[in-house]
């Protein structure tokens, strides 16, 4: 089972605002500052505004908005109630954000009758208890329950059996699969493929010839209902970023320096705070008019020191032909996290004596307060 709550940020707020109630509410960036739409209640999706739509755009299409910037304390305190509230259906839940998680919910009939009963117990308990709306979907997979819940939303259910799946997926337009992002709808329009049925007549060979191996046995699976159905599991981090939106675009390559730096302090003294260490350093960078551009370079062994992550997104960035436009927004991160290689007795010593200095960095830091102490970098 997935449970999904209905535009959880906006709700919140007109939960606890009668006056915001029935009315178009927009949680995320200010208008007339830079950033992004968060989340918005149902009433000001009707204007056509979406999560991660600039604020910019959304003041133009609906000035008469409720604007309001995230209360998080306030959906956290909701976010665990709700999930007290899954954790007395299943005894299996997994969150997998603020405001959704999946259930294992085998086993559940002997207590609550049907999917349908255990889905309408579920909205009902959370609305009691809660006072805000969530869709639930089940189904004999974590894609067909997503999918499911995502299918009569707001405030709805569904329910998918085994013998179902195909001719539930059958009409829904490929993009609605999981993983389909702009890049791969552009093939997949180039082939004339619409629905899901379209895509299902594809042989796994020529799949993986327009997508790559790995993208084109996703997109077979997904076409045949084909996914995990495990729950609970340990979720394994793909990578750890941060990001700036400048209130201003910058060109000056000493600004973009410092704050790169900057960022690359936050990502190392997450990675070290979760033991994690990547082998890919990647680099995003937004320029005027929306356009992101992103550049990433595999290193030879894993890093989560602030200095090399800097110095190789600073390589990427000189690298990447964007020196001298104007810059949104600019990022860096570190992926694929394994186990580290062996140092050699050379190397050894200095490693070591650099994860003290860190360390101790990092000490500092929670005690006092990010961009208290930092490492100095080379001009």
Known sequence: MHVDMDAFFASVEQRD?????????????????????????YEARAFGIRSAMPISEAWRRCPGAIYLRPDMPRYVE???????VLQSISPVVEPVSIDEAYLDASGLERLNGEPESIASLTRQKIRETVGLGCSVGIGPNRLIAKLASEYRKPNGQTVVRHGDVLAFLDPMPVSNLRGVGKQTDKIVQKLGIQTVHQLRQYS??????????????????QA??????????TQVRKSISKEKTFKRDVTRPRQLREQLRQLSAEVGRSARHKGLKGRVVNLKIR??????????????????????????????????????RSVRLIGVGISDFGSEEPMS?????????????????????DKYGINVLSRGIRR
């Not at 045949?224 to 599991?233: C, D, E, L, N, Q």
């Not at 929306?290 to 989560?304: D, G, I, K, Y």
């Open 17 to 41: 605002n009668p006056e915001f109630r029935h009315r178009p509410v927009i949680v995320g960036a200010l208008p007339g500052g830079r950033g992004v739409v968060a989340t918005c209640s």
């Open 224 to 233: 045949r209902g084909i996914a995990s159905s495990r729950v609970g599991g």
């Open 78 to 84: 909701a976010s665990q109630k709700i999930m007290q």
């Open 345 to 365: 007795d050379l190397f050894e010593s200095s490693r070591e004596r650099e994860e003290k200095l860190y360390s101790t960095m990092d000490e500092i830091t």
């Open 287 to 324: 320029i005027e008019g929306f356009e992101t551009h992103t550049r990433q370079c595999r290193l030879p062994s894993a890093v989560n020191a602030d200095g090399e992550i800097f110095g190789h997104a600073w390589k990427l960035y000189e690298q990447s032909g964007l020196a001298g």
């Open 204 to 221: 796994l060979e020529i799949l993986s010839a327009h997508f790559g191996r790995k993208g084109g046995r996703y997109l077979y699976d």
